[in-house]
């Protein structure tokens, strides 16, 4: 699903250029170098850690800033299967909700996404279109992502917005001064590490199980402790 969704965004990026895979032992400031050897002045870099988290850095290189996200909810174009459709390679026209501009660090974030995103007018690889959407929200502390086609119903002739995909959401750990490195410009209090989670969920279980087991103990406790009661009628038919 990473895959898929790096390859989804590829195609949203007509003036990016694809790199091959970093080695786990190369520091990511070597991504200033690679921008610096192909003349971009910005970087999008995927980290995927035990094959179950994808972290996103977003950078301006080589002096920065740069951001790092969290990728939560991630639903690629393929698996989504919506009716919205543009051409390929065609400009964007980037909107951003309000509440970017309402805090210091959302309005660096915007910045920072529009450098990235926007398809620079005139680039040799751009179509001279604008018929799609790239839309920011954010909401309950995380950026959502949505990729809309700009179509034309043909019975009214109206202008509509035809979801095309792909789906994920950002959520905010650290922003920091230079490319990949430097001084912490912002640090969300709110977030909280995968492995946190899963630890959190792992221990529920545990607690679940703990209780399930001494409820068991306490049954046969109970069972052996209880006394039984006589029957009056056992020597009868002796």
Known sequence: RFRHLMGDLSKLLPHGAKEAKLESKDRPNTINEIAEI?????????????HKDLYMWIARTPNGPSAKFLVQSIHTAAELKFTGNHLLFSRPFLVFDSAFDSLPHLQLLKEMLQQT????????????????????????GHIWFRNYQIAKTEATGETALVEVGPRFCLNLHRIFAGAFEGATLYSNSDYVSPNVVRA??????????????????????RKQTMPKPQNPFAGVFK
């Open 200 to 221: 959190r969920e792992k221990l529920a279980k545990s607690t679940k199980y703990q209780a399930r087991t001494e409820a068991q103990k306490e049954s046969i406790l």
């Open 117 to 140: 995103f926007g398809t620079p007018k005139g680039h040799r690889k751009s179509k001279p279109f604008v018929d799609h959407t790239i839309c920011f929200y954010y909401l309950d």
């Open 38 to 50: 192909r003349g971009c002045n910005g970087a999008v870099y995927f980290e995927a850690r035990k």
